[in-house]
């Protein structure tokens, strides 16, 4: 039986919401994480900055924008050091100025992904998968890729039958 990993970043506090600033108990990358885990198995592990974004979510995206420009790769507080016993390893977290967040890109720079699957899910308020399917293809050099999947963030709690199905058929 294949084994998965579901890697993701999430953030919860400010965030925005069909064009409204709006308070997350939880984040919404975090809710499709745990619907991929439901439909498919796997281990999650979540992204940790050890520097955190600020509260205010127009000094965070102000933040993020300036990390994307300068190629940042901030630290982390945990990180998984091999992927080896993965079969598929599934990629998620919010778009940031039309990609993933740097701190992503600070884990998967550290691993082998030769003989990997590996599939993008983006939550996003408009955008999309942005350009987060050709950055995994730069990243993650020697994997095969799934389709990937967009989730308006906004509708994430809604989307679990969707998240499933698409889980499911990258299988």
């Known amino acids: 039986m294949a084994r998965n990993l579901i890697i993701y970043y999430s953030r919860t506090g400010e965030n925005y919401v069909n064009g409204e600033i709006k308070k997350l108990s939880k984040g919404n990358t975090e809710i499709c994480a745990e619907f991929i885990q439901k439909a498919v198995g796997g281990d999650l592990f979540e992204i940790k900055t050890v520097k955190t974004y600020d509260d205010d979510y127009y000094v965070c995206i102000e933040d993020a924008k300036q990390e994307l420009h300068s190629n940042a790769r901030p630290e982390l507080k945990e990180y998984i050091d091999s992927i080896e016993e993965y079969d598929n390893i599934f990629v998620c977290g919010p778009c940031w100025w039309g990609t993933y967040p740097c701190a992503v890109f600070t884990q998967l ?26 950055d995994l293809k730069r990243i993650c050099s020697g994997a095969t890729f799934g389709n990937g999947m967009a989730v308006h963030g906004a509708d994430a709690s809604k989307a679990e039958s969707k998240v499933a199905s698409w889980a499911k058929s990258n299988m």
């Open 109 to 134: 720079e550290k691993l082998d992904f030769t003989g990997k699957k590996v599939m993008a899910l983006m939550t996003h308020e408009g955008s999309g998968l942005g350009s987060s399917e050709r």
